[in-house]
Protein backbone atom coordinates (compact mmCIF):
# COMPACT_ATOMS: atom_id res chain seq x y z
CA UNK A 1 0.00 0.00 0.00
CA UNK A 2 0.95 3.05 -0.92
CA UNK A 3 0.89 6.61 1.65
CA UNK A 4 0.99 10.25 0.87
CA UNK A 5 3.09 12.08 3.54
CA UNK A 6 2.16 14.56 5.65
CA UNK A 7 3.56 18.51 5.40
CA UNK A 8 4.08 19.26 8.49
CA UNK A 9 6.21 22.06 10.00
CA UNK A 10 8.10 21.74 13.87
CA UNK A 11 10.03 23.74 15.81
CA UNK A 12 14.08 23.96 15.46
CA UNK A 13 16.53 26.27 17.38
CA UNK A 14 15.88 29.42 17.40
CA UNK A 15 12.32 28.94 17.28
CA UNK A 16 12.50 28.34 13.33
CA UNK A 17 9.38 26.33 12.07
CA UNK A 18 10.85 23.86 9.46
CA UNK A 19 9.09 22.28 7.45
CA UNK A 20 9.19 18.21 6.88
CA UNK A 21 7.20 15.77 5.20
CA UNK A 22 5.98 12.88 7.30
CA UNK A 23 5.49 9.27 6.28
CA UNK A 24 3.93 7.56 8.68
CA UNK A 25 2.81 3.25 8.08
CA UNK A 26 -0.20 1.77 8.90
CA UNK A 27 -1.25 -1.10 11.24
CA UNK A 28 2.11 -1.32 13.39
CA UNK A 29 1.20 -4.40 15.38
CA UNK A 30 4.64 -3.74 17.75
CA UNK A 31 3.58 -2.79 20.50
CA UNK A 32 6.63 -0.75 21.03
CA UNK A 33 5.62 1.63 18.03
CA UNK A 34 7.42 1.34 14.65
CA UNK A 35 10.84 2.41 14.24
CA UNK A 36 12.14 5.76 12.88
CA UNK A 37 14.38 6.83 10.31
CA UNK A 38 15.28 10.64 9.55
CA UNK A 39 15.98 11.40 6.31
CA UNK A 40 17.52 14.82 5.41
CA UNK A 41 18.30 15.21 1.51
CA UNK A 42 21.33 16.16 -0.19
CA UNK A 43 22.58 19.83 -1.27
CA UNK A 44 22.14 21.27 0.95
CA UNK A 45 20.51 24.06 -1.67
CA UNK A 46 17.52 21.32 -2.81
CA UNK A 47 14.50 20.23 -0.84
CA UNK A 48 12.14 17.14 -0.56
CA UNK A 49 8.97 17.59 -2.15
CA UNK A 50 5.63 15.94 -2.86
CA UNK A 51 6.60 13.63 -5.35
CA UNK A 52 7.41 9.67 -6.09
CA UNK A 53 9.94 8.20 -3.85
CA UNK A 54 9.18 4.50 -4.45
CA UNK A 55 11.80 3.89 -2.11
CA UNK A 56 10.66 5.97 0.66
CA UNK A 57 7.33 4.06 -0.17
CA UNK A 58 9.04 0.57 0.00
CA UNK A 59 10.28 1.13 3.58
CA UNK A 60 7.17 2.34 4.87
CA UNK A 61 5.50 -0.41 3.53
CA UNK A 62 8.21 -2.43 5.68
CA UNK A 63 7.04 -0.78 8.69
CA UNK A 64 8.76 2.06 9.46
CA UNK A 65 8.08 5.92 9.46
CA UNK A 66 10.08 8.81 8.41
CA UNK A 67 10.67 11.48 8.21
CA UNK A 68 12.30 14.11 5.78
CA UNK A 69 13.32 17.49 6.91
CA UNK A 70 14.42 20.60 5.07
CA UNK A 71 16.34 21.51 7.03
CA UNK A 72 17.99 25.29 7.03
CA UNK A 73 19.64 25.19 3.58
CA UNK A 74 16.86 23.96 1.89
CA UNK A 75 15.47 25.99 -1.18
CA UNK A 76 11.56 26.10 -1.71
CA UNK A 77 10.75 28.17 1.47
CA UNK A 78 12.17 31.77 0.92
CA UNK A 79 15.40 32.89 1.06
CA UNK A 80 15.59 32.74 4.86
CA UNK A 81 15.05 29.34 4.94
CA UNK A 82 17.83 28.78 2.04
CA UNK A 83 20.58 30.72 3.18
CA UNK A 84 20.02 29.76 7.04
CA UNK A 85 23.35 27.98 7.36
CA UNK A 86 25.62 29.99 5.38
CA UNK A 87 28.94 29.99 7.28
CA UNK A 88 27.54 27.58 9.31
CA UNK A 89 27.19 24.28 8.20
CA UNK A 90 27.04 21.33 10.82
CA UNK A 91 25.40 23.63 13.49
CA UNK A 92 21.73 24.96 12.81
CA UNK A 93 21.31 22.54 9.94
CA UNK A 94 22.59 19.46 12.19
CA UNK A 95 19.66 20.85 14.99
CA UNK A 96 16.80 20.84 12.17
CA UNK A 97 17.61 17.27 11.92
CA UNK A 98 17.82 16.25 15.21
CA UNK A 99 14.32 18.43 15.79
CA UNK A 100 13.17 16.18 12.84
CA UNK A 101 14.08 12.87 15.34
CA UNK A 102 12.14 14.25 18.31
CA UNK A 103 9.30 15.50 16.03
CA UNK A 104 8.99 11.97 14.03
CA UNK A 105 8.52 10.70 18.01
CA UNK A 106 6.11 13.11 18.91
CA UNK A 107 3.31 12.00 16.28
CA UNK A 108 3.09 8.90 18.61
CA UNK A 109 3.51 5.43 17.52
CA UNK A 110 6.99 5.40 16.66
CA UNK A 111 9.41 4.19 18.88
CA UNK A 112 12.36 6.45 20.37
CA UNK A 113 14.98 3.62 21.58
CA UNK A 114 14.88 2.65 17.66
CA UNK A 115 15.76 5.60 15.21
CA UNK A 116 18.17 5.57 12.77
CA UNK A 117 19.70 8.58 10.17
CA UNK A 118 20.12 7.94 6.24
CA UNK A 119 21.28 10.39 4.05
CA UNK A 120 23.38 10.69 0.82
CA UNK A 121 26.12 13.71 -0.29
CA UNK A 122 25.18 16.46 2.12
CA UNK A 123 22.66 13.83 3.45
CA UNK A 124 25.57 11.80 4.20
CA UNK A 125 27.48 14.63 5.65
CA UNK A 126 24.65 15.70 8.72
CA UNK A 127 24.36 11.61 9.21
CA UNK A 128 27.81 11.65 10.25
CA UNK A 129 27.42 14.63 12.23
CA UNK A 130 24.49 13.13 13.63
CA UNK A 131 26.46 10.11 14.69
CA UNK A 132 28.90 11.88 16.39
CA UNK A 133 27.72 15.36 17.67
CA UNK A 134 24.67 14.57 19.41
CA UNK A 135 25.01 14.27 23.24
CA UNK A 136 20.95 12.94 23.64
CA UNK A 137 22.28 9.80 21.59
CA UNK A 138 19.04 9.84 19.93
CA UNK A 139 20.12 7.06 16.87
CA UNK A 140 20.55 3.32 16.97
CA UNK A 141 22.53 3.33 13.77
CA UNK A 142 23.32 5.19 10.76
CA UNK A 143 23.30 5.01 6.83
CA UNK A 144 25.85 7.61 5.09
CA UNK A 145 26.81 7.26 1.23
CA UNK A 146 29.15 9.30 0.09
CA UNK A 147 28.90 12.36 2.55
CA UNK A 148 31.86 14.49 3.41
CA UNK A 149 33.74 14.02 6.46
CA UNK A 150 36.35 16.37 6.25
CA UNK A 151 35.32 19.69 4.36
CA UNK A 152 38.95 20.95 3.77
CA UNK A 153 39.85 17.91 2.63
CA UNK A 154 36.46 17.55 0.42
CA UNK A 155 37.49 20.71 -0.75
CA UNK A 156 40.70 19.61 -2.09
CA UNK A 157 39.51 16.98 -4.08
CA UNK A 158 36.20 17.84 -5.14
CA UNK A 159 35.46 18.77 -8.63
CA UNK A 160 35.21 22.77 -9.83
CA UNK A 161 31.96 23.16 -9.32
CA UNK A 162 31.80 21.42 -5.67
CA UNK A 163 34.97 23.65 -4.76
CA UNK A 164 32.82 26.61 -5.36
CA UNK A 165 29.72 25.33 -3.45
CA UNK A 166 31.89 25.45 -0.92
CA UNK A 167 33.37 28.29 -0.85
CA UNK A 168 30.59 30.02 -1.69
CA UNK A 169 28.89 28.97 1.39
CA UNK A 170 31.71 28.92 3.44
CA UNK A 171 34.25 30.50 2.67
CA UNK A 172 37.63 29.61 1.35
CA UNK A 173 39.74 27.82 3.43
CA UNK A 174 42.31 29.76 3.64
CA UNK A 175 40.71 32.45 5.28
CA UNK A 176 38.01 30.10 6.79
CA UNK A 177 40.34 27.18 8.47
CA UNK A 178 38.98 27.24 11.79
CA UNK A 179 35.58 26.61 10.11
CA UNK A 180 35.93 24.30 8.04
CA UNK A 181 37.55 21.81 11.03
CA UNK A 182 34.20 22.99 13.28
CA UNK A 183 32.37 21.40 10.58
CA UNK A 184 34.03 18.61 10.12
CA UNK A 185 32.58 14.94 11.74
CA UNK A 186 36.11 13.31 10.80
CA UNK A 187 37.50 15.75 14.27
CA UNK A 188 34.79 13.56 16.20
CA UNK A 189 34.83 10.30 15.11
CA UNK A 190 35.79 8.72 18.73
CA UNK A 191 32.39 9.79 19.59
CA UNK A 192 30.63 7.21 17.37
CA UNK A 193 28.92 4.64 19.84
CA UNK A 194 26.60 3.40 17.37
CA UNK A 195 27.11 1.06 13.72
CA UNK A 196 27.22 2.69 10.55
CA UNK A 197 26.73 1.68 6.80
CA UNK A 198 29.31 3.36 4.76
CA UNK A 199 28.61 3.10 0.69
CA UNK A 200 30.56 5.37 -1.93
CA UNK A 201 31.28 5.37 -5.58
CA UNK A 202 34.80 5.33 -6.44
CA UNK A 203 34.82 7.26 -9.25
CA UNK A 204 32.85 10.39 -6.93
CA UNK A 205 34.20 13.30 -8.66
CA UNK A 206 32.38 15.53 -6.49
CA UNK A 207 32.57 13.90 -2.93
CA UNK A 208 36.03 12.07 -3.47
CA UNK A 209 36.20 8.40 -2.19
CA UNK A 210 38.96 9.55 0.51
CA UNK A 211 36.20 11.06 2.31
CA UNK A 212 35.35 8.15 2.82
CA UNK A 213 38.43 5.65 3.74
CA UNK A 214 39.18 8.49 5.93
CA UNK A 215 36.67 8.38 8.19
CA UNK A 216 36.31 4.31 8.09
CA UNK A 217 40.43 4.22 8.85
CA UNK A 218 39.83 5.74 11.65
CA UNK A 219 36.70 4.18 12.95
CA UNK A 220 39.10 0.83 12.63
CA UNK A 221 41.70 2.31 14.23
CA UNK A 222 39.41 3.40 17.85
CA UNK A 223 37.52 -0.35 16.97
CA UNK A 224 34.30 1.48 16.23
CA UNK A 225 31.58 -0.87 14.41
CA UNK A 226 30.88 -0.15 10.43
CA UNK A 227 30.34 -1.91 7.32
CA UNK A 228 32.04 -0.29 4.12
CA UNK A 229 31.28 -1.57 0.77
CA UNK A 230 32.48 0.83 -2.47
CA UNK A 231 31.12 0.28 -6.33
CA UNK A 232 33.96 1.09 -8.69
CA UNK A 233 31.90 1.54 -11.29
CA UNK A 234 29.87 4.21 -9.79
CA UNK A 235 30.43 8.42 -9.16
CA UNK A 236 28.59 10.72 -7.05
CA UNK A 237 24.96 8.46 -6.75
CA UNK A 238 24.90 4.97 -8.25
CA UNK A 239 23.38 4.75 -11.39
CA UNK A 240 23.68 1.40 -12.55
CA UNK A 241 20.57 -0.98 -11.78
CA UNK A 242 22.82 -4.00 -10.23
CA UNK A 243 24.72 -1.18 -7.98
CA UNK A 244 21.95 0.78 -6.54
CA UNK A 245 19.62 -2.55 -6.09
CA UNK A 246 22.99 -4.27 -4.10
CA UNK A 247 22.91 -1.13 -2.21
CA UNK A 248 19.23 -0.65 -1.39
CA UNK A 249 19.67 -4.52 0.06
CA UNK A 250 22.80 -3.67 1.83
CA UNK A 251 20.83 -0.51 3.76
CA UNK A 252 17.90 -2.90 4.47
CA UNK A 253 19.63 -5.54 5.98
CA UNK A 254 21.45 -3.21 8.06
CA UNK A 255 18.55 -1.23 9.14
CA UNK A 256 16.51 -4.56 10.00
CA UNK A 257 18.80 -6.03 12.00
CA UNK A 258 19.57 -2.55 13.76
CA UNK A 259 16.17 -1.69 14.16
CA UNK A 260 13.25 -4.45 13.85
Not at 115 to 131: C, R, V
Request: hydrophobic share 35%; with cysteine; net charge negative.
Amino acid sequence: PLVTPRHITYPGRDGWQIPAFVYLPEGVEDARGAPGLIYPHGGPNAQYDLSWDPVRQYFVARGYAIICPNFRGSTGYGRLLKEGNLFDWGRGDLADCLAAADALVDFGGVDANRLAMWGQSYGGYLTWLALTRDHRHRLRCGVALYGDTHLKTSWARGDHPGRQDVEWQMGHPSQAGRRYEAASPLNDAASLQVPVLVLHGERDTRVALGESLQMVDALRRLGKTFEFKTYPDEGHGFAHPENALDALRRIERFLDWHLL
